[in-house]
């Protein structure tokens, strides 16, 4: 930093101008001035050490940025490249976040191997599944549920070993009646057609039949005819039947007559084995030839009560 200096018009005065006294107290207060006023930073003595850091050298400086000792608490030892290798191979660092290494021996008994019985095996062996439509369940074992009848569906039920079993819902069906024109005896209730199977349910179920068909009568007959529908719960073991009414065929003259018939019948419970459902028919009297039962239709259906 340059000197304090007065202005050339001032120091140029010519002192024989001047007193000199004058003269004098411009110089002392020239040179009292740039004594107090030199701030050249290299001079600073006045300057307290809190002002100014002790300043570093290069290579302090390069020593401090290599080694972090400056700020040692904010770093961790640094790794080698072998400690990190051991690290990451092992995983000791976060052992906890870990479980052990399964050994090929340990894993294959975890999961099992093909054809054991482990649930954990996508390929375990079981009970052989032989029939398009088989279930593979289980009891106290691996079982098949062989397939239903077309149209079940699977009912789950406690009461089953495997807690489960086939059924149906709702079932109808129905059959054409051969004609009846002959009976063993007058006044008989005797079958007319062949019965119809509706399966075993094996639960409550609530039975429906009903039958429709025509009665003829020869020329001069006068006759009465009847018709009931039987349900059995065994198989056709045992039977019960509905009401019937009597349906007159009474025109005696030389032409044929009809008579339309018809009658229905209803049970529920829990069949003991298969649901079979039939027709019989009576003639009142007269010849066991005297009136033929045509053009029957009987129809069926079930559904679970």
């Known amino acids: 930093m340059a000197k304090i200096a007065f202005p050339r018009t001032m120091r140029n005065l010519d002192p024989g101008k001047l007193s000199s006294a004058l003269a004098e107290n411009m110089r002392y207060l020239e040179n009292i001035l740039n004594q107090t006023f030199n701030f050249d930073h ?3 003595s006045n300057i307290g050490i809190d002002d100014h ?7 302090e400086v390069d020593t401090i940025v290599a080694t972090h000792t400056a ?42 191997v093909k054809a054991d019985s482990n649930p954990l ?9 032989t029939t398009k439509g088989d279930v593979h369940t289980y009891d106290t074992d691996d079982v098949r549920l062989p397939v239903g009848t077309d149209g079940d569906v699977l009912i789950s039920d406690s009461g089953e070993t495997t807690g489960l079993r086939w059924s149906f819902p709702i079932r109808a069906r129905g059959q054409s009646l051969a004609n009846k024109g002959t009976f063993v005896a007058v006044s008989t209730w005797e079958d007319w057609g062949v019965s119809l199977n509706m399966g075993t349910p094996g639960e409550n179920v609530f039975v429906t039949g009903h039958v429709t068909g025509s009665i003829l009568g020869g020329a001069g ?9 039987g349900i059995s719960f065994d198989t056709g073991s ?8 009597w349906f007159q065929v009474d025109d005696n003259t030389a032409t044929i007559r009809r008579s339309f018939c018809g009658a229905s019948h209803q049970r529920s419970g829990v069949p003991s084995s298969e649901v079979r459902v039939k027709v019989q028919a009576l003639i009142s009297g007269g010849l ?4 033929d039962f045509v053009t029957g239709q ?7 009560a």
Request: charged letters at 15%.
């Open 221 to 229: 007959i006068n006759r009465a005819g009847q018709v009931r529908v």
């Open 298 to 304: 009987l129809s069926a259906q079930w559904s679970i």
């Open 53 to 59: 850091h002790v300043k570093y050298t290069d290579a």
């Open 121 to 129: 095996n996508h390929d375990q062996a079981g009970a052989a599944l």
């Open 71 to 112: 700020i040692s608490g904010a770093h961790h030892v640094k790794y080698t490249d072998a400690e990190v290798d051991a690290i990451v191979a092992t995983h000791a660092a976060i052992a906890a976040a870990h479980h052990a290494k399964y050994t090929d021996a340990e894993a294959v008994t975890a999961m099992g």
């Open 42 to 44: 290299a001079v600073l």
């Open 238 to 245: 045992t039977w019960t039947y509905g009401p019937h009414t």
């Open 288 to 291: 066991v030839t005297d009136l």
